[in-house]
T-cell receptor, first 112, second 110 residues
């Protein structure tokens, strides 16, 4: 079974803090994705990566950055957390064909 | 802006009946279509995908695709309380990225 893990289920941070969210997959997938999910808005793509050290902006990259130093690990970084970044963050991975995505359990982030 | 639209619901269906979930999309170049299920507090999981016009069946689930009308639907036969969840439609557009609908909340009433 594909397993995607995320470093935290719940996080509480203060405005202005630098926040790191980590995602690890164990299936040697090429592709990894970071989404945020908000009520009524569905899944919105923040960043994705098709290879190690490669990254591409998604639909809402502002205020975020990513790092992919190893194939299995994809990190999302909030450079200076703001209250409007309070959300559920979901990591996903897929094989070379980026259609069937496997999701991690999610991190619910609250920025105060 | 490429879009995928779903009725947010909730859609309430009696146990044992057929639940019908619909999704429309704006990008005529879309290639692949997916239905994911998301239980409350959990992450999405793939139910099925469809590439060609027509019906595709998998157990109690049937996906229907009509590219001319730009809609895709999911039918759930013999609905069970365990089918109560939010169903997300995702479309692979002409730019090869998945575009997600906001989901339809389905409630199966015993």
């Amino acid at each position: 079974d594909v397993k995607v893990t995320q470093s935290s289920r719940y996080l509480v941070k203060r405005t202005g803090e630098k926040v790191f969210l980590e995602c690890v997959q164990d299936m040697d997938h090429e592709n990894m994705f970071w989404y945020r999910q908000d009520p009524g808005l569905g899944l919105r793509l923040i960043y994705f990566s098709y290879d190690v050290k490669m990254k591409e902006k998604g639909d809402i990259p502002e205020g975020y950055s990513v790092s992919r130093e190893k194939k299995e690990r994809f990190s999302l970084i909030l450079e200076s957390a703001s209250t409007n970044q309070t959300s559920m963050y979901l990591c996903a991975s897929s094989e070379a064909n980026p259609e069937t995505q496997y999701f991690g359990p999610g991190t619910r982030l609250l920025v105060l | 802006q490429k879009e995928v639209e779903q009725n947010s619901g909730p859609l309430s269906v009696p146990e044992g009946a057929i639940a019908s979930l619909n999704c429309t999309y704006s990008d005529r170049g879309s290639q692949s279509f997916f239905w994911y299920r998301q239980y409350s507090g959990k992450s999405p999981e793939l139910i099925m995908f469809i590439y060609s016009n027509g019906d595709k069946e998998d157990g109690r689930f049937t996906a229907q695709l009509n590219k001319a009308s730009q809609y895709v639907s999911l039918l759930i036969r013999d609905s069970q309380p365990s089918d109560s969840a939010t169903y997300l439609c995702a479309v692979k557009g002409s730019n090869y990225q998945l575009i997600w609908g906001a989901g339809t909340k389905l409630i199966i009433k015993p």
